[in-house]
């Protein structure tokens, strides 16, 4: 079976897509502990990982993999352990691992 965002599971609520799962998390109210732009970009890697065929906890794990290496290596910037263009490079790197 592939999976899609169209596939429906038994949410704790009932039945439910993945699509409308991303939506529900989209739109909840989660700026008193993550940034909305953190949300989105994580939800959109879930979302690009599950429609390149990956199971959904496999995308999730992939979106957590790359927002914590693009905060990780945001913040060895910040700390002055890196160069700019070590970001930049890391930066690209994981574009093209996962949205591309």
Do not use: H, W
Not at 1 to 6: A, E, N, S, V, Y
Not at 13 to 24: D, F, M, N, S
Not at 29 to 41: G, N, P, R, S, W
Not at 56 to 70: C, K, N, V
């Amino acid at each position: 079976m592939k999976i899609t965002l169209d596939t429906r599971f038994n949410g704790s609520l009932g039945p439910i897509t993945l699509r409308e799962a991303v939506q529900q998390l989209r739109e909840r109210d989660l700026a008193c502990t993550v940034a909305a732009d953190a949300v989105e970009q994580k939800v959109s890697v879930f979302s690009d990982c599950v429609e390149r065929g990956f199971t959904p906890l496999r995308s999730e794990i992939m979106a957590a993999y790359y927002m914590a290496e693009r905060d990780a290596t945001t913040e060895a910037f910040d700390r002055g352990l890196i160069t700019r263009a070590e970001l930049e490079t890391k930066q690209a790197a994981l574009a093209r691992q996962f949205l591309t």
